[in-house]
């Protein structure tokens, strides 16, 4: 069929297109001000702050709802509670500059490195970040 899209590759590329346009805000965020300044034209410049977040916020809960299935079936499976903060919020509440991204395990307050972020750049599939989570939290005793 010639000048449509199927409906299934809009579903497909749902979940990237989220990732991607979240991404797109968070990485214009830190710079607006000065964007401004020289007269740079972008949605972080055009949109007020409350806005963004908004936005941001909207595109990281569309993300999560597209999500694959078995994925999301693996987290809500997990035996601990399972949380996910972005750089900012990560280094508001613990206040270091901990690489990212990282899966720890919280308790009392104190974190316990899982996986660390050079271990998340060779990870290639999903089902391999899967095996790891299992082998760490086997080796905490979580599982």
Request: charged share 25%; proline share 5%; aromatic share 10%.
């Amino acid at each position: 069929m010639s000048g449509s899209i199927a409906p299934w590759v809009l579903v497909a590329v749902l979940p990237v297109t989220f990732f991607a346009f979240n991404n797109l805000l968070a990485v214009t965020w830190p710079d607006r001000k000065a964007d401004a300044e020289v007269g740079k034209n972008t949605l972080a410049t055009r949109l007020k702050p409350g806005t963004l977040k908004t936005l941001h916020g909207s595109c990281i809960r569309a993300r999560v709802a597209t999500m694959k299935g078995g994925w999301r079936r693996f987290l809500k499976g997990l035996p601990i509670e399972s949380k996910f903060i972005h750089r900012n919020e990560y280094k508001r509440i613990y206040g270091d500059d901990t690489p990212l991204p990282t899966t720890f395990i919280e308790e009392d307050g104190e974190l316990t490195l899982i996986i660390s972020s050079s271990e998340y750049n060779e990870l290639t599939t999903l089902k391999g970040l899967e095996t790891l989570l299992k082998t760490r939290f086997r080796e905490q005793v979580i599982i």
